[in-house]
């Protein structure tokens, strides 16, 4: 997690790339097809075959055993081979991911009910990053996240006790700036002050942190055992 990371550190046993993007307001051109990947042409020299899909609905409630299951699509040569040594080969799979994203998500603006069932089926199988606009806004995500740890089996009415308790997080790291982050500061179409600091801003224009992409990160991922 630091800038001293090189390109090739960082992809050290990459063979492909798989980016799924889901949630309700996943808008699409007529011409692309939802539910399934997407081969991304190589026009810029990646050294990684990359695949996207689009998939529009709440991830944990597309979510079925242990992931997203996509329509089969042509696939490289590569990926073709290993499925069938692996004797995977079948007309659709459950696409299960490494590590999930949510960029500046805002989780401290909604109810914890409607975050907490999709942070819950994200972390069985992989980290979740969140992002925020500012290292103050994403504070007020980790806030909710603790008490989604906290309140973790109040989540779902019925659950057993045994089952509940696997659905603890915890944070493999904690609301930090982000390395990755945009360096230009974000353009608002509202008052930056009421947005993030509210009341509490002194009124002094130098007290309200300058809102990026990505400006601060945090991670969080199911408690191990």
Same mark, same amino acid.
């Given at each position: ?5 090189? +390109? ?7 063979? =492909? ?5 889901? @949630? ?5 051109? /007529? ?5 399934? #990947? ?24 597309? !979510? =079925?055993?242990? @992931?997203?299951?996509?329509? =089969?699509?042509?696939? &490289?040569?590569?990926? *073709?081979?290993?499925?069938?040594? !692996? ?25 914890? /009910? ?17 992002? @925020? +606009? &500012?290292?103050?806004?994403?504070? @007020? ?24 308790? *696997?659905?603890?997080?915890? #944070?493999?790291?904690?609301? !930090?700036?982000?390395? #990755?982050?945009?360096?230009?500061? =974000? ?7 009421? +947005? ?5 801003? &002194? ?23």
């Amino acid at each position: 997690r630091t800038q001293g990371w090189t +390109y090739d550190e960082v992809m050290r046993g990459v063979e =492909r790339i798989e980016i799924a993007l889901v @949630g309700p307001n996943v808008t699409l051109d /007529a011409r692309v097809a939802p539910d399934v #990947f997407h081969d991304v042409r190589d026009d810029d020299g990646r050294r990684f075959p990359t695949r996207v899909a689009y998939a529009r609905g709440l991830y944990h409630e597309l !979510e =079925r055993d242990g @992931g997203v299951s996509f329509p =089969r699509t042509e696939l &490289s040569t590569t990926v *073709k081979e290993e499925e069938e040594e !692996e004797g995977t080969t079948r007309e659709s799979r459950v696409w299960v991911p490494d590590l999930a994203l949510a960029y500046n998500a805002g989780v401290w603006g909604y109810a914890q /009910a409607e975050w907490a069932p999709t942070f819950f089926a994200l972390t069985r199988d992989a980290p979740v990053v969140c992002t @925020g +606009y &500012s290292a103050r806004e994403l504070e @007020g995500d980790e806030e909710c996240l603790e008490a989604m740890r906290d309140e973790s089996t109040t989540c779902d009415e019925g659950m057993e006790e045994t089952e509940t308790e *696997k659905r603890i997080l915890e #944070f493999a790291w904690a609301c !930090e700036p982000n390395p #990755f982050a945009s360096l230009e500061p =974000r353009a608002l179409q509202f008052s930056r002050d009421a +947005y993030d600091g509210g009341e509490n801003n &002194s009124g002094d224009e130098r007290d309200v942190p300058v809102m990026r992409e990505n400006d601060a990160w945090l991670c969080v991922a199911r408690e191990r055992a």
